[in-house]
T-cell receptor, first 113, second 112 residues
Framework: KAGVTQTPRYLIKTRGQQVTLSCSPISGHRSVSWYQQTPGQGLQFLFEYFSETQRNKGNFPGRFSGRQFSNSRSEMNVSTLELGDSALYLC????????????FGQGTRLTVV | GQQLNQSPQSMFIQEGEDVSMNCTSSSIFNTWLWYKQDPGEGPVLLIA?????ELTSNGRLTAQFGITRKDSFLNISASIPSDVGIYFC????????????FGKGTRLSVIA
């Protein structure tokens, strides 16, 4: 059974640009959550999607957005990139909206210069 | 956002030693999870705990769900070099439609 797949693995963008990250959950999993990981702040919750609907949203500015498709694949978008957006972005998939066990992908390392 | 209090922040131990780390919170959780993250990789789920007082093992790893529902412990016995990494606790609160809350991690270094 394939795990969670995130693409791309690495990205370098300049300030002001926008970026889209992709996540394919484990087959059969319908819940996808996104996290931002930085050395200083640890794992910070961005948002969660289940059945194409955003169920929860973390405390991030509106520049951070996401969506989920009918096949459960998810994308997150960051517009008007800032230097502070440099981080490892992790996607986690769960079987459903009430399952606690979340399985992470390898992450996308975003560097904003 | 709210995070769990995880300690210690880092540990340096000799190969073969046992390791203990813990997570505490002022809030009640109904599920505790423990993850390990290697450099450049995503966290890997090690153990999931669902009941207060529950003690669960996965090889040399043992984790416990605190009886007060406000804490959890992870022990690693007879550490080996591949145990190096960052260990995270995560909790799911009892009430509300809330996401997992994570600790800031314990960085484990093993000296051969």
């Amino acid at each position: 059974k394939a795990g969670v797949t995130q693409t791309p693995r690495y990205l370098i963008k300049t300030r002001g640009q926008q970026v889209t990250l992709s996540c394919s959950p484990i087959s059969g999993h319908r819940s996808v959550s996104w996290y931002q990981q930085t050395p200083g702040q640890g794992l910070q919750f961005l948002f969660e999607y289940f059945s194409e609907t955003q169920r929860n949203k973390g405390n991030f500015p509106g520049r951070f957005s996401g969506r989920q498709f009918s096949n459960s694949r998810s994308e997150m978008n960051v517009s008007t990139l800032e230097l502070g957006d440099s981080a490892l972005y992790l996607c986690a998939s769960s079987l459903d909206s009430i399952s606690a066990e979340a399985f992470f992908g390898q992450g996308t390392r975003l560097t904003v210069v | 956002g709210q995070q769990l209090n995880q300690s210690p922040q880092s540990m340096f131990i000799q190969e073969g030693e046992d390791v203990s780390m813990n997570c505490t919170s002022s809030s009640i959780f109904n599920t505790w999870l423990w993850y390990k993250q290697d450099p450049g990789e995503g966290p890997v789920l090690l153990i999931a705990l669902y009941k207060a007082g529950e003690l669960t093992s996965n090889g040399r790893l043992t984790a416990q769900f605190g009886i007060t529902r406000k804490d959890s412990f992870l022990n690693i016995s007879a550490s080996i070099p591949s145990d190096v990494g960052i260990y995270f606790c995560a909790g799911l609160r009892m009430s509300g439609n809330t996401p997992l809350v994570f600790g800031k991690g314990t960085r484990l270094s093993v000296i051969a």
